[in-house]
């Protein structure tokens, strides 16, 4: 069985504990996962300071080896993406889509030159430049459910503005991450970018290590907190990217048949397992009815099963705590009256399954529409009035995405920009543009990830002022 080691200082290392790595489709092993010891995880941060100053000099190598890691990327694509549909469970041809994503972005990276210097000043007396310093040393925090591309989405940027990177992926799914530091070992100058695996634990010795400046974060609201409030002593910049519970409202004027497909895919992509997935369906009462059949229909046709199965459509949930806190969610909204249409329950197979489930009857005070279930369970809430279901959206205090279904496009996003979210769209869900900035209002997050502004978040500012006498 295949044991993953660390990337520390451009080596690979072994550890003495390993952490079983499940296959959540089957529950059989896929591999060993090296788990960091405080002194690895001390010794990685070293390193990647050591490598700070000379990385920090060459932009020009920086940009070379972003795109050496595109192409070594796209040279394994396959085995990156076989090991993430094994450990995490998501169709083989999303997880190709994945890894082609992650060498997208280093492309991306490779080829953006930094904003130059502003000069805001030129004359006989003085010069005022504002440039861009790197911070030094980042921490990367990365969940479970889409691990490669929202740790190169981290990776890339802030590698291209000069900052060395310590990586600290899910212990659920930490293979694909490691698999990640031995193919991109020697891309880099050693110490450039070091990979440490573990839990919790060794994502919070990190995280407090004096020398990191700043921790890029992707993961729950409860970690964020703490993070943030851990980074609060040595004032180290934070970036959170956490949970959603985002609504999608679909308007009386929607055409039913036209928009099922891709609200299904909006809640049920990775089943459901994405921060910015429609977590709550508001249909205007008119097409409730319609819209609840059409998908419960499409939901009784999806294909379940191993990612590596190309019939699959939907894996299984990545792990068997959050098959529980799903199984848990929808007891409680049947205890409270749910209706149930389809699913709600544990097909009899081995593996974290959990059937597409259709629910309805439940409204605000519920967990299920509350709260971010993250599984593949959808509660559709009939409204009358579309100003109630605007009151409804934003009476949460998540605000990551928010969609708006409806033939009238002006209406739809006149709608749209009245519903507390980051992530704003019309007649689509999930639809991320590359150049875009992410970030959530509220507990979704803080700062952004991505475009030019998650692009500062990698820099300190400098105002370089020179007297001319
Ligand atoms: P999830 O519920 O998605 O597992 P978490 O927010 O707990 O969400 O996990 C996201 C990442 O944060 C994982 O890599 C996890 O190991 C790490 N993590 C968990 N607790 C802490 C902590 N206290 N400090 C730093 N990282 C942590």
Known sequence: ?????????????ATEHADEVLDPATEQTVGYAARASHAQVDAAVDAAQRAFAGWAADPQARRTALALAASVLRENTQPLAELISREQGRPLRFTLGEVAGAAATF????????????????????QVRL?????????????????????????????????????????HTPLSTLLLGQLLKDVFPAGVLNIVAGDGAVGEHLSHHPLVRHIT????????????????HDLKRVTLELGGNDAALVLADADVPAIAEALFWGAFWNSGQVCFAIKRLYVHRSLFEPLVAALVARAQHTRLGSGLDPQTELGP????????????????????????????????????????TIISGVGAGVALVDEEQFGPVLPVIAFDDVEDAIRQANASPFGLGASVWTQDIDQGAAIVR???????????????????????????????EGGARGYDAFSDLQVINIARH
């Open 1 to 13: 069985m295949t044991h993953y080691a660390l990337l520390i200082d451009g080596q690979l290392h």
């Open 418 to 448: 009245r519903l507390d979210a980051g992530l704003a769209w019309v007649n689509q869900h999930l639809d991320v543009h590359p150049g875009a900035p992410k970030g959530g209002y509220k507990w979704s997050g803080l700062g952004y």
């Open 317 to 356: 949930l990545t792990n068997r705590q959050q098959l529980e806190r799903v199984k848990a969610l929808v007891a409680d909204a049947r205890d409270q009256g749910a209706v149930v249409h389809t699913g709600g329950a544990q097909p009899d197979r081995p593996g974290y399954f959990f059937a597409p």
């Open 131 to 171: 440039e861009r310093r790197p911070l030094g040393v980042v921490a990367a925090i990365t969940p479970w459910n889409v691990p490669i591309i929202l740790l190169v989405l981290k990776l890339a940027p802030a590698l291209h503005a000069g900052n060395t990177l310590v990586a600290k992926p899910s212990e």
């Open 107 to 126: 492309d991306h990276y490779a080829g953006f030159e930094a904003p130059a210097p502003e000069v805001l000043r030129d004359d006989e007396q003085r």
């Open 217 to 232: 974060f992707t993961g729950s609201v409860a970690t964020g907190k703490r993070l943030y409030a851990g980074a609060s």
